[in-house]
């Protein structure tokens, strides 16, 4: 498997817990992996920060004041802009239904807490590099001018090509 370091530029993770101990811990170990960091401390402040950064990665608590980790989530991955950065959660809850709360909301993988470093890393890195593949094809599909639409089971918008956009537009 391909390393971070061999991706050819530099990782940013947007970790956002309400814990100060969590938020120390998490962005010390991702640090001493080569990782940018940025923190946020709630939903709000996580979502105003992708619209100015596009992180690699998030690593998002479930449960914050104010709104959960599972809206925030959701707030991110609906629109017509989704973002596609990968959320992985980090919780202390276990309970099945929060974890399938945690993928349904969006979320790509779901680590409970105490946190293995190691793993989380391995996890972070896997997670990383899958989408940036996903992103390559993206913006193949959009330099061969394909005009693509990408629905969930339920029939949801989740991604479209840029030419696609500009076909929609005219209609």
Not at 23 to 30: D, P
Not at 134 to 145: H, K, N, V
């Amino acid at each position: 498997m391909m390393a971070l370091n061999e991706l050819g530029h530099k990782c940013i993770a947007l970790v956002v817990d309400d814990s100060p101990e969590s938020l120390w811990m998490v962005s010390a170990a991702l640090e001493q992996s080569g990782i940018t960091v940025l923190v946020a401390t709630d939903g709000a402040k996580a979502i105003e920060l992708t619209h100015r950064v596009e992180p690699d990665v998030i690593l998002m608590d479930a449960m914050m004041p104010g709104m959960s980790g599972f809206e925030t989530c959701r707030a991110l991955k609906s629109g017509p802009r989704p973002l596609m950065t990968p959320i992985i959660f980090m919780t202390g809850l276990t309970e099945n239904e929060y974890i399938v709360e945690g993928l349904a909301s969006g979320g790509v993988d779901y680590i409970t807490k105490p946190v293995v470093v190691e793993v989380l890393i391995a996890r972070l890195s896997t997670h990383i590099i899958n989408s940036r593949l996903l992103q390559s094809a993206r913006e193949a599909l959009d330099t061969s001018g394909r005009s693509v639409l990408a629905f969930d089971p339920e029939g949801a918008f989740l991604w479209g090509s840029q030419r696609a956009f500009e076909v929609l537009s005219f209609i």
